[in-house]
């Protein structure tokens, strides 16, 4: 029988895959985005955002090249539910996987993966990190196709468009969620 694993849970499998500091903190990051989002828009299941979170890159330090193909057979080897799956994979939709994202958590992981990498990037380069941020700074920074060229500006803008909100209001929020939570 398959499981959905605890956030907690979640980090100990990932972390049998994945060794790179960079790798183990952006899934931290995400899976805490995630759980803001979910406590606005699916409170009761808030670990379950977070687990989604925290494995959506599993397979990415392994198989960059099969980033979201090898992260099914990975999940199945650790006999994770289906639906986890489905989430972690359609984060990669029309990128590196043809499942696209049907649920609202699935949208808000294609919309805030790459954003939480170019939001993060933009603090590295304040004084102040992230406690003072705007949108319109990230903004300037995501006009700027050269600064954080790794963060794709299509993906970031099709997730937003695919949460029917404004692009400045999706980065708005990811701050927010990002600020709130990056001692968690």
């Not at 907690?8 to 790798?23: M, S, V």
């Not at 359609?90 to 805030?112: N, Q, R, T």
């Not at 993966?113 to 939001?119: A, K, S, V």
């Amino acid at each position: 029988m398959s499981t959905i694993p605890t956030p907690e849970q979640a980090l100990q499998i990932l972390e049998k895959y994945n060794k790179d500091d960079f790798h183990l903190h952006h899934a931290k990051t995400v899976s805490n985005v995630m759980g803001f989002f979910a406590k606005e828009y699916d409170p009761e299941n808030v670990a379950f955002w977070e687990t989604v979170g925290m494995l959506h890159d599993i397979d990415f330090e392994l198989y960059p090249e099969q980033h979201c193909v090898k992260a099914v057979d990975i999940l199945k080897e650790e006999n994770i539910d289906d639906s986890v799956i489905h989430a972690v994979v359609s984060h990669g939709y029309g990128i590196c996987s043809d499942v696209e994202p049907e649920k609202y958590m699935e949208k808000v992981l294609f919309a805030v993966d790459e954003l939480t990498g170019l939001i993060g990037a933009a603090a590295l380069m304040r004084p102040t990190g992230i406690s003072d941020m705007e949108a319109k700074s990230v903004m300037k920074k995501f006009k700027d196709k050269k600064f954080a060229a790794g963060c794709s500006r299509e993906v970031i803008a099709r997730g937003a468009e695919m949460l029917g909100v404004e692009l400045k209001d999706l980065m708005e929020k990811t701050i927010i969620a990002m600020r709130e939570t990056q001692d968690k």
